[in-house]
Every structure is written in structure tokens, then in C-alpha cells.
């Protein structure tokens, strides 16, 4: 089993669409959470760190769920721009170790 | 600010040729630092990470190695390179402070042939 597992994709959604990304971890050693965001045939960027109170940045909502090991992403408003492969990222406790999940590939149309 | 670059961006080699990648971080020090593989339309595989000078540690078998002859700059080599280790390579770091997360440089694609 993979310690970091996501939704498998491609997501295709229209422009205006919400889309939920779903991403759950292994070991409880695990203490950062991250999204982020990768274009084609460029280098993974950081969209947003998750916390446990939920946050939240313009049309993007992260949220962790402790107890059940489990991070999501939601995309309000889907943009075509927003198109791009998402990768879960966990930290583990002593910062030495980052996991990345495989990514889901998102399609936004218009 | 703290910025991370890696080069070169593109190289085709040959099987059985040596390879160097190089990368270096600005801004920051004693960062811990990351080379990571991505082949085509798969995740990222991390392959070596480095706490220090000197000190490398190891996460797959392959005939890849790395360095870090300064503190802030890591080097990802092969003495011959073979067809599977075709990819995008990725420089990263990260900062030592528990909860920070990582920055990658902007990748090496890699073709053998």
C-alpha cells in the first residue's frame, strides 16, 4: 500500500464547476500537509498548506482530517487555467522525509 | 529570498555516458536537500536526500549517486547512464524549521538514447 494515496482521475469538469480532490496517508507520523500544483512539463508548485481548523485561499479550500488520516482539496469556480495535475504532500515529523502522492490530473473545458 | 536553480534544463545522452546535474540553493543555509525523479506521467520517486555536507542518504538502489561537496549545493551523477533512467529530474529543498514545506528547482529533463 502506498503511504500516500489519491483519487486516481483525470477529473474533466466545465469551466464553473466545483471539484473535490480526496487524499488519505498511512502514518501517523505524519505532521505537514500540503497541496500542490503541477503544470505540464514543469516543475510541482505550492498552492496551499492544509491545516486542521480547514484554510482557505480565494476559489481553494484545503482541509485535514487528523483522525482519519484523510486531506482534501476543493476547487470552486474550476477556471480553465486551473487545469494542471494536483499532488498531496505530507511531511513527516522531523522535516527529513516528503512523501508525494502520484497526483490527480484535472481537466477544466469550456 | 531563498531561490533554488538546477541545470541543465535538457540533455539527451547516450547510453553508457556519464551524467551530472547540478544544483544550488541561495539564501538560506544548511538547507536539507532533495533529488527526486518523475518519469513519464508517474509521481515523484524520491532518490536521494542530504542533511549536510557530506551526508547522503540513499532511497532506492539504481546506479545514480549524489554529493553535496558544499552546503548548498547538491550534485546527482551516473558514470553510465542506462535507457530506464530517462526523466524529468527535480532539485528541492527544504528548509531545516519542522513545518515548512518544500521548493523545487525547475527540473532536468533527461533523455538516454
Known amino acids: 500500500r502506498k503511504e500516500v494515496e489519491q483519487d486516481p482521475g483525470p477529473f474533466n469538469v466545465p469551466e464553473g464547476a466545483t471539484v473535490a480532490f480526496n487524499c488519505t496517508y498511512s502514518n501517523s507520523a505524519s505532521q505537514s500537509f500540503f497541496w500542490y500544483r503541477q503544470d505540464c512539463r514543469k516543475e510541482p508548485k505550492l498552492l496551499m498548506s492544509?491545516?486542521?481548523s480547514g484554510n482557505e485561499d480565494g476559489r481553494f479550500t484545503a482541509q485535514l482530517n487528523r483522525a482519519s488520516q484523510y486531506i482534501s482539496l476543493l476547487i470552486r469556480d474550476s477556471k480553465l487555467s486551473d487545469s494542471a495535475t494536483y499532488l498531496c504532500?505530507?511531511?513527516?515529523?522531523?522535516?527529513?522525509?516528503?512523501?508525494f502522492g502520484a497526483g490527480t490530473r484535472l481537466f477544466v473545458k469550456a | 529570498s531563498q531561490t533554488i536553480h538546477q541545470w541543465p534544463a535538457t540533455l539527451v545522452q547516450p547510453v553508457g555516458s556519464p551524467l551530472s546535474l547540478e544544483c544550488t540553493v541561495e539564501?538560506?543555509?544548511?538547507?536539507?536537500l532533495y533529488w527526486y525523479r518523475q518519469a513519464a506521467g508517474r509521481g515523484l520517486q524520491l532518490l536521494f536526500y542530504s542533511v549536510g555536507i557530506g551526508q547522503i542518504s540513499s532511497e532506492v538502489p539504481q546506479n545514480l549517486s549524489a554529493s553535496r561537496p558544499q552546503d548548498r549545493q547538491f550534485i546527482l551523477s551516473s558514470k553510465k547512464l542506462l535507457l530506464s533512467d530517462s526523466g524529468f529530474y527535480l532539485c528541492a529543498w527544504h528548509p531545516t524549521v519542522s513545518g515548512n514545506t518544500i521548493y523545487f528547482g525547475e527540473g532536468s529533463w533527461l533523455t538516454v538514447v
Open positions: 492544509v491545516y486542521s
Open positions: 539564501g538560506t543555509s544548511n538547507p536539507n
Open positions: 504532500v505530507v511531511i513527516h515529523t522531523g522535516g527529513f522525509k516528503t512523501i
